[in-house]
């Protein structure tokens, strides 16, 4: 069982007031038929609204691949899970077939790796608010680079398609982190472009240019790699927000998109 890690810091411990705070996000419309999004994983506070501008468009799929970055640099360097996740809103399962595909593969499987990590946690509340009978599949990325990457989308894509599996790869990833307002959009616009297009070797090296300091490239680069195997041609953004669009600092602001890849 992977129990909270993050419940009362970066959304409601309690059940009943975290399912009310996700009523005042989510407003599900026409849907988006996506075969992979970005998200964001900040505190709800600040970035529930960006991602509940994806969960509020998702269609349902029986897994949700869950990629994250590694922020506390435990476990390996690319890590699923197959335990059972619980939050307030109660248990979701692994999907432990697809997580047998990948066995032997670049994708270890490690919880240690999960153990403290937010990135994928902060997602399930939106799903589980959204949809029953689905499972998960999360995937902690503490290496990013662009080779593994690609690996990595390779490998989950001919998993996915082996089984038939109806799926969708969520990236979890906020962008510029404390820079500037106006700084923080303009090096987010350079690599929503690429993101858009769907690009990822223009991605990396947007990422290097700029300097960028968007957590999550890696996730961003295996969803587009996996969305793009699954028949997506395009990205579409929902939604673009920073911290200080919420707390009125915009001396040292976070960057958040939602954007769904169909």
Not at 67 to 88: C, F, K
Not at 99 to 119: F, K, P, W
Not at 144 to 172: F, H, M, Y
């Amino acid at each position: 069982m992977r129990f909270p890690a993050v419940a009362g810091q970066f959304y409601p411990g309690s059940g009943a007031e975290l399912g009310h705070q996700l009523d005042g996000m989510l407003h599900p419309e026409k849907e988006v038929p996506c075969k992979g999004a970005v998200v964001p994983h900040a505190g709800y506070m600040y970035s529930g609204q960006v991602a509940a501008a994806v969960y509020s468009r998702l269609p349902k799929a029986e897994t949700y691949v869950i990629i994250g970055p590694n922020h506390h640099g435990l476990g390996s360097p690319v890590a699923l899970s197959r335990d059972l996740w619980r939050t307030p809103l109660g248990d979701v399962e692994p999907d432990l077939e697809l997580a047998d595909m990948l066995a032997g593969s670049i994708i270890d499987h490690d919880e240690t790796a999960h153990s403290r990590e937010h990135s994928i946690e902060v997602q399930l509340p939106f799903l589980q608010k959204r949809f029953q009978g689905f499972k998960i599949l999360p995937i902690c990325m503490g290496l990013q680079d662009e080779q593994t990457a690609i690996e990595v989308g390779q490998e989950l894509s001919l998993a996915v398609q082996k089984l038939n599996r109806s799926c969708i790869v969520i990236a979890s990833s906020d962008f510029t982190h404390y820079e500037p307002q106006e700084t923080a959009r303009k090096v987010d616009a350079k690599l929503l472009e690429a993101i858009l297009n769907m690009d990822v070797p223009e991605l990396y090296d947007r990422v290097y240019r700029y300097d960028a300091t968007a957590c999550g490239y890696g996730p961003i680069a295996v969803a587009i790699t996996v969305a793009a195997a699954l028949g997506a041609k395009v990205g579409q953004r929902l939604a673009y927000a920073t911290s200080g669009d919420v707390s009125g600092d915009y001396s040292q602001v976070v960057g958040y998109a939602a954007i769904a890849f169909s």
